[in-house]
């Protein structure tokens, strides 16, 4: 049953599209510089940019989850908590700037980047 949630997206997505364009269309106008064109671009492009975090979330991505939580600790490997299951994730990471990751659990996060 996402059919109507659906349809909202997409109706929230066109809506800030039209705002995106018509701020894209204010700057690119022969007076964009001047001030009033200049504060209605950028009203228009804050206010897709915060209604877009709002209304459109980004779908769950657990690696990036996992690898912002590895960001912050120190040392070439560790363990944090799986951000998918809440296993037990090895990580290390090498010089060249690779970090691999693991899930204890069988067909959970696994990765190497
Ligand atoms: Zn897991």
Redesign the pocket.
């Known amino acids: 049953m996402t059919r109507p949630l659906d349809a909202y997206r997409a109706g929230i997505r066109d809506t800030l599209l039209a705002a995106e364009e018509a701020a894209a269309a204010i700057r690119a106008r022969p007076d964009a510089g001047g001030i009033r064109q200049q504060s209605a671009a950028a009203a228009l492009e804050a206010f897709s940019a915060a209604f877009r975090c709002e209304a459109l979330p980004e779908p769950r991505n ?1 690696v990036l989850e996992a690898l912002r939580a590895i960001s912050d600790q120190p040392g070439e490997e560790g363990e944090t908590p ?8 090895r990580w290390s990471r090498a010089e060249n700037g690779h970090v691999w990751g693991a ?3 069988a067909d ?2 696994r990765w190497m980047m």
């Open positions: 657990a799986c951000p998918e299951c809440a296993g037990r994730l899930c204890e659990a959970c996060l």
